[in-house]
């Protein structure tokens, strides 16, 4: 059974510019969870997507949006680039949809913003 | 403000002996602990949890702690391997909170050989 897949590993981005990350859940699970792993810094809760729906999301500035497809796929993007923005983006899928449950992550996606 | 946290960035242990991870928390709600294992350039994966109504949930060489009353668990693993070398986040959660887990900053283990 195919895992938490992300694309791409690795995006290079100006600042200013947007970036766009994608995420596949493990198949039947139907919410998606948006973490930031900065340097130094533990993994900061960013979204959470379930049903399509936008169920909450952490402590990060309006640029950062995302949305969930019928397939249950998701995007972050992150508009209008900060050099802090700088980090590995782990999406996680789960069974859960109470929000309490296992996670289950995907490899990253490792943002660079020169 | 940090709900969940783990003081030790580092820790190293001779292989073969016991390796004891320490994790605090603030928020009282919290009811469900989790255990998280990084390797480098991989995705977190899940190792062990406790729900409150439990004090301690073992997995094989793995056991979690949970004292509510001093707000802290603990990640025991005995014996020590060289695979555990790794980063181990502590995770928190609530029945019905919508924040999905709070994580602490990890502790990277070292196992010595």
């Known amino acids: 059974e195919a895992g938490v897949t992300q694309s791409p590993t690795h995006l290079i981005k100006t600042r200013g510019q947007q970036a766009t990350l994608r995420c596949s859940p493990i198949s039947g699970h139907t919410s998606v969870y948006w973490y930031q792993q900065a340097l130094g810094l533990g993994l900061q809760f960013l979204l959470w997507?379930?049903?399509?729906?936008?169920?909450n999301r952490g402590n990060f500035p309006p640029r950062f949006s995302g949305r969930q497809f019928p397939n249950y796929s998701s995007e972050l993007n992150v508009n209008a680039l900060e050099l802090e923005d700088s980090a590995l983006y782990l999406c996680a899928s789960s069974l859960d949809t109470r929000g309490t449950g296992e996670l289950f992550f995907g490899e990253g996606s490792r943002l660079t913003v020169l | 403000d940090q709900q969940v946290k783990q003081n030790s960035p580092s820790l190293s242990v001779q292989e073969g002996r016991i390796s004891i991870l320490n994790c605090d928390y603030t928020?009282?709600?919290?009811?469900?602990f989790l255990w998280y294992k990084k390797y480098p350039a991989e995705g977190p994966t899940f190792l062990i949890s406790i729900s409150s109504i439990k004090d301690k949930n073992e997995d094989g060489r793995f056991t979690v702690f949970l004292n509510k009353s001093a707000k802290h668990l603990s990640l025991h693993i005995v014996p020590s391997q060289p695979g555990d070398s790794a980063v181990y986040f502590c995770a928190a959660s609530r029945s019905g909170g919508a924040d999905g887990l709070t994580f602490g900053k990890g502790t990277h283990l070292i196992i010595q050989p």
């Open positions: 928020n009282s709600m919290f009811d469900y």
């Open positions: 997507y379930d049903e399509g729906e936008e169920r």
